[in-house]
Structure formats: C-alpha cells, structure tokens
Nanobody, 127 residues
Framework: QVQLVESGGGLVQAGGSLRLSCTAY????????MGWFRQAPGKEREFVAA????????GYADSVKGRFTISRDNAKNTVYLLMNSLKPEDTAVYYC????????????????????WGQGTQVTVSS
C-alpha cells in the first residue's frame, strides 16, 4: 500500500520556522516530482511548492516565495518544506503529493496532476 506520511507541523509564533517532512512508503518516488499544497479553513486547496524528480528545479506560490524552501532526499524517499518567517495567514493543513507523470521536466502547480496524497499535517501560526 502506497502512503505519503507528513510530519513536522505544529503551533508556532509569527516569524518562527517549521520544517515539514513527507516520507513515502510502499513505493519509491525517485522518478516523480513532489509537491506541497495547503488548505485553510473555508478556503480551497492551494499550491505551495514543488520540486522536480531530479531536485534541480523548484516552483513556489507567490505568497511563500523567499520564505519557504522545498527540497528532497531521494535516498530517504522524503521531501521537505522549510518554512521561515511564518505568518498567521500560513495557517492551514499542509499536504504533500506525488506527480502522476514520471520524470516530468518542469514542476506543476495543478493539483489534478498529482495522484498520491498524504493525510496532511496542521500548521498553526499565532500572531
């Protein structure tokens, strides 16, 4: 059974940092781009960041650019999201996802292009 398991969420004050991890079990995603999405209460899911299967290319939502960094360790089958300078508006459930296309050349921000999703981890930023 394929599982993506997120961890690292929690409660942090504005200006603080968190690092989220997402580890895949049941198969390797070495040849697939990985992404992070988030969903705040009452809002639609939105793209946060993505990284190609090689790790050489990344993409970010404008709202997090310069504050968040996505990375991956293929040896550990794990993708990370380092979040700095957190703001109350970053409060959401954060989900990692695996691209449905093998070895896609560029990252995609479209949720429908991802076919494996984790269960999510809550990030709460207090003001």
């Amino acid at each position: 059974q394929v599982q993506l398991v997120e961890s690292g969420g929690g409660l942090v004050q504005a200006g603080g940092s968190l690092r989220l991890s997402c580890t895949a079990y049941g198969r390797t995603f070495t040849n697939y781009a990985m992404g992070w999405f988030r969903q705040a209460p009452g809002k639609e899911r939105e793209f946060v960041a993505a990284i190609t299967w090689t790790g050489r290319s990344t993409g970010y939502a404008d709202s997090v650019k310069g504050r968040f960094t996505i990375s991956r360790d293929n040896a550990k089958n794990t993708v990370y999201l380092l979040m700095n300078s957190l703001k109350p508006e970053d409060t959401a459930v954060y989900y990692c996802a695996a691209d449905r296309a093998i070895r896609r050349a560029a990252v995609t921000s479209t949720g429908e292009q991802y076919n494996y999703w984790g269960q999510g981890t809550q990030v709460t930023v207090s003001s």
